[in-house]
């Protein structure tokens, strides 16, 4: 989706927290934000979602800026078998799911 | 453990000869969706399910059908696979209609055309 901006890859040390944005300035007042991560040959696996507060759960933190532009995800303890790439998503139209074109994490030992 | 199932993971097909790819739940959800995922990039939906309607996406070539034929079980039909359909093939279900609902992700099916 060329609305939702990633950067293309990060490094992280093991251990460290990881802090992941995306940009997503066309969405409206009512879509959620949604996190994923494919780790090599997978399928993707949900880590979160949030409106408007930021959300946390035992995987990772969601923050969304106020005016929703942009958000962070946050993965407090990095460790090496969070290498992945992460995906922000959001809603499309009807029950189409846009996804970001995602954040390539490499944590290193 | 309530899961998304797809079957085969790894398919190998020959140029123009019809392939199915399978996926079954055991979420009982209403939503099962086809995404299209090539290499290095984001999965792109094909089309959904809601309950027994089907949708489509746009910009989704004729080349390829899905079937529903009861809650559990959704299959994606390739008539006639070119090169470019060599991807991965994954399958998602949402418990309901609004698009805050999570999806839930098979392990996904490589297919390779020859």
């Known amino acids: 989706d060329a609305k939702t901006t990633q950067p293309t890859s990060m490094d992280c040390a093991e251990g460290r927290a990881a802090n992941l944005p995306c940009n997503h300035s066309t969405i409206s007042g009512n879509e959620y934000v949604y996190w994923y991560r494919q780790i090599h040959s997978q399928g993707p696996q949900y880590i979160i979602h949030g409106l408007k507060n930021n959300e946390t759960n035992e995987m990772a933190s969601l923050i969304i800026t106020e005016d929703r532009k942009s958000s962070t995800l946050i993965l407090p303890h990095a460790t090496l078998r969070d290498t992945a790439v992460y995906y922000c998503?959001?809603?499309?139209?009807?029950?189409?799911?846009?996804f970001g074109p995602g954040t390539r994490l490499s944590v290193l030992p | 453990d309530a899961m998304v199932i797809q079957n085969p993971r790894y398919q190998v097909t020959q140029f123009g000869k019809p392939v199915t790819l399978s996926c079954s739940q055991t979420l009982n959800h209403n939503v099962m969706y086809w995404y299209q995922q090539k290499s290095s990039q984001a999965p792109k939906l094909l089309f959904h399910?809601?309950?027994?309607?089907?949708?489509n996406e746009a910009d989704t070539p004729d080349n390829f059908q899905s079937r529903r034929p009861n809650t559990s079980f959704c299959f994606l039909d390739i008539r006639s696979p070119g090169l470019g359909d060599a991807a991965m093939y994954l399958c998602?279900?949402?418990?309901?209609?609004?698009?805050?609902?999570?999806?839930?992700f098979g392990p996904g099916t490589r297919l390779t055309v020859l």
């Open positions: 998602a279900t949402s418990r309901a209609s609004r698009s805050t609902d999570t999806q839930y």
């Open positions: 998503a959001r809603p499309g139209y009807g029950q189409n799911f846009v």
């Open positions: 399910y809601y309950d027994k309607d089907f949708n």
